[in-house]
């Protein structure tokens, strides 16, 4: 007997008849004899419902209310589910963030969890009841309900998993698995069978949005074993594990895309120690997380200064770095919103020369200008202009050999 949990994300409990496909898939791994956590999604198009209204009553919300009311997509799931397993004869109770003792830090948001105190949950499983738990929300010391960040119901069933020790952690989607890039804008992705941590990293940092980043951090601390696979199929889905012999080793695994980018430069900027320590020290203070910075060379004793920010902070960005800009004599500050990255990633790209040239011709072959480049060991990102978003995707698909026949 196992221990497993399952989490459905949104387009899975989209309506009352996907909710009962759910409690079946659930009641089956039941009656396998194993014990059942699920984690649940708010219904498809919810949490952006909530978000929309929240802010046609201001555009700068409260946090604790902006949080209080996002997270409410997931009670209505959480509790529909339980009911459904109660008709068909299964002990179920659903459990809110605070009611599974799910503490976070304060960050409204984007909290991150901080720690979770399982004996409720535990004493539940033991007496044979099927434990459903709210996804992407917890509760801060000050009882504050929080969120973690849009995607964050993975997050949940992962700390989940490793808080209780689970055997494994199924993350069940809208589509079968871990691709080279995002099936729905290439027909030609190939599903993905194993991957290592690392490269499921970078790949959620940069935009795959399958799995939430944070979830995988913890897995990998925690060394959960996720598997990702459809809710709507049968097919083998992908294991993201320990780098193991039986990981194919590609040089580059996949192509991603980020949308929810925004650029700022900072025009003739005087080029002296702390210039950007006063830039970025503001933008850190509130929060704000800064993607890919470059600097251009200085020619008099002046440079421009660009940097990335996510679209959702691109006005508070902007008021703070005008603020600085003033101060330090700076000539001007532009914002640019139509932007989106593409990113290459692969951990075999650390010993391969002549990936990047590869990258960046492909891109120059289509007439797609390079407004930034950033790279690390295992990825190269660009940032393009919006337009040309997945068009990039699926040149980049085939150019780096992903592409199925
Ligand atoms: P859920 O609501 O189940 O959490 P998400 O919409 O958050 O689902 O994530 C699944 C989506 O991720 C897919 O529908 C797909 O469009 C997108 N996606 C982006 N990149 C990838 C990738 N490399 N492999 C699989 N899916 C991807
Ligand atoms: N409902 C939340 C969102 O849409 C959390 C999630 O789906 O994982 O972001
Ligand atoms: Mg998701």
Redesign the pocket.
Known sequence: MALIVQKF??TSVADIEKIENVARKVIKTKEEGHDVVVVL??MAGE?DRLINLVHQADNEPDGREYDAIIST??QVTVSLLAIILKKLGFAAKSFLGFQGRILTDQAHKKARILSIDTKILREELQNGVIVIVA??QGVDKDNNITTLG?????TTAVALAAALNADRCDIYTDVDGVYTTDPNICSKARKINRISYDEMLEMARTGAKVLQPRCVELAKKYEVAVYVKSTFTDNDGTLVTKEDKYMEKEVVSGVTYDRDQAKITVVHVPDKPGVASRLFTPLAQHNIIVDMIIQNASIEGFTDLTFTVSRKDIKAAHKLVKKVAKEIGAKNVEVDEDVSKVSIVGVGMAGHSGVAAKMFSALANEGINIMMISTSEIKISCVIKAKYTELAVMILHEALGLSKD
Do not use: K, M, N, V
């Not at 849009?150 to 993975?154: A, C, E, I, P, T």
């Open positions: 994300g949104g999604s708010a949490t997509g997931e996804g992407f849009r995607g964050g119901s993975d």
